[in-house]
Protein backbone atom coordinates (compact mmCIF):
# COMPACT_ATOMS: atom_id res chain seq x y z
CA UNK A 1 0.00 0.00 0.00
CA UNK A 2 1.55 3.54 -1.10
CA UNK A 3 0.22 6.29 0.47
CA UNK A 4 0.90 9.63 -1.34
CA UNK A 5 0.67 13.73 -0.02
CA UNK A 6 1.05 16.31 -1.83
CA UNK A 7 2.59 19.95 -0.74
CA UNK A 8 3.91 22.91 -2.01
CA UNK A 9 0.80 24.26 -4.12
CA UNK A 10 -0.23 27.85 -4.12
CA UNK A 11 -0.81 31.23 -6.04
CA UNK A 12 1.62 33.12 -8.32
CA UNK A 13 2.19 35.08 -10.86
CA UNK A 14 2.37 34.40 -14.10
CA UNK A 15 5.97 34.00 -14.97
CA UNK A 16 6.94 33.25 -11.43
CA UNK A 17 8.21 29.65 -9.82
CA UNK A 18 6.74 26.83 -7.82
CA UNK A 19 7.83 23.36 -6.30
CA UNK A 20 5.76 20.35 -5.25
CA UNK A 21 6.87 17.89 -3.55
CA UNK A 22 5.04 14.51 -2.84
CA UNK A 23 5.76 12.64 0.11
CA UNK A 24 5.48 8.63 -0.11
CA UNK A 25 4.74 6.08 2.42
CA UNK A 26 5.95 2.48 1.26
CA UNK A 27 8.33 1.37 -0.77
CA UNK A 28 8.44 3.66 -4.29
CA UNK A 29 11.97 2.83 -5.69
CA UNK A 30 10.83 0.35 -7.86
CA UNK A 31 7.59 2.86 -9.10
CA UNK A 32 7.10 5.13 -12.14
CA UNK A 33 5.95 8.02 -10.77
CA UNK A 34 3.88 10.95 -12.03
CA UNK A 35 2.24 14.40 -11.78
CA UNK A 36 -1.24 14.81 -13.55
CA UNK A 37 -3.03 17.96 -13.29
CA UNK A 38 -7.27 18.74 -13.91
CA UNK A 39 -8.17 22.17 -14.40
CA UNK A 40 -11.73 23.15 -13.96
CA UNK A 41 -14.05 21.59 -17.14
CA UNK A 42 -11.22 19.33 -18.20
CA UNK A 43 -10.15 15.63 -17.85
CA UNK A 44 -7.09 14.87 -15.58
CA UNK A 45 -3.93 15.11 -17.89
CA UNK A 46 -0.33 13.78 -17.58
CA UNK A 47 2.38 16.92 -16.78
CA UNK A 48 5.44 14.36 -16.23
CA UNK A 49 6.79 11.24 -15.22
CA UNK A 50 10.00 9.87 -13.76
CA UNK A 51 10.81 6.11 -14.20
CA UNK A 52 12.58 4.27 -11.27
CA UNK A 53 15.59 4.96 -12.98
CA UNK A 54 15.36 8.91 -13.43
CA UNK A 55 13.95 8.55 -17.10
CA UNK A 56 12.03 11.58 -17.05
CA UNK A 57 9.51 12.50 -19.81
CA UNK A 58 7.03 15.56 -20.21
CA UNK A 59 3.90 16.97 -21.62
CA UNK A 60 4.84 19.00 -24.54
CA UNK A 61 2.96 22.47 -23.06
CA UNK A 62 5.07 22.00 -19.76
CA UNK A 63 8.51 20.94 -21.91
CA UNK A 64 11.78 23.96 -20.75
CA UNK A 65 9.13 25.18 -18.08
CA UNK A 66 9.00 22.47 -15.53
CA UNK A 67 11.31 19.63 -13.82
CA UNK A 68 10.51 16.43 -12.21
CA UNK A 69 12.76 14.89 -9.77
CA UNK A 70 12.86 11.84 -7.24
CA UNK A 71 14.96 11.34 -4.19
CA UNK A 72 14.48 7.28 -3.64
CA UNK A 73 16.02 7.94 -0.07
CA UNK A 74 13.66 10.49 0.93
CA UNK A 75 10.93 8.80 -0.49
CA UNK A 76 9.89 12.13 -2.18
CA UNK A 77 8.78 13.42 -5.72
CA UNK A 78 9.18 16.93 -6.87
CA UNK A 79 8.19 18.86 -9.72
CA UNK A 80 9.97 22.52 -10.29
CA UNK A 81 7.71 25.04 -12.09
CA UNK A 82 9.11 27.76 -13.61
CA UNK A 83 7.64 30.36 -15.95
CA UNK A 84 4.56 29.43 -14.84
CA UNK A 85 1.43 30.22 -17.21
CA UNK A 86 -2.36 30.95 -16.51
CA UNK A 87 -3.24 27.95 -17.94
CA UNK A 88 -1.21 25.90 -15.89
CA UNK A 89 -3.31 26.96 -13.14
CA UNK A 90 -4.74 23.43 -11.41
CA UNK A 91 -4.96 20.75 -8.85
CA UNK A 92 -1.73 18.74 -9.47
CA UNK A 93 -1.68 15.17 -8.54
CA UNK A 94 1.13 13.09 -7.71
CA UNK A 95 0.69 9.45 -8.67
CA UNK A 96 2.52 6.20 -8.16
CA UNK A 97 2.73 3.57 -10.79
CA UNK A 98 3.70 0.02 -8.88
CA UNK A 99 1.56 -2.36 -10.14
CA UNK A 100 -1.54 -0.59 -8.88
CA UNK A 101 -2.24 3.40 -9.56
CA UNK A 102 -1.50 4.99 -6.05
CA UNK A 103 -3.07 8.67 -6.13
CA UNK A 104 -2.49 11.63 -3.63
CA UNK A 105 -5.02 14.18 -2.53
CA UNK A 106 -3.91 16.62 -5.03
CA UNK A 107 -2.90 20.63 -4.35
CA UNK A 108 -3.83 23.26 -6.12
CA UNK A 109 -2.20 25.74 -8.33
CA UNK A 110 -2.92 28.95 -9.32
CA UNK A 111 -1.36 31.14 -11.52
CA UNK A 112 -2.73 34.96 -12.34
CA UNK A 113 -1.69 37.53 -14.73
Known amino acids: QVQLVESGGGSVQAGGSLKLSCAAS???????MGWYRQAPGKERELVSRISSIGTATYADSVKGRFTISRDNDKNTLYLQMNSLKTEDTAVYYCAALCGNIYWGQGTQVTVSS
Open 26 to 32: GYIFRCT
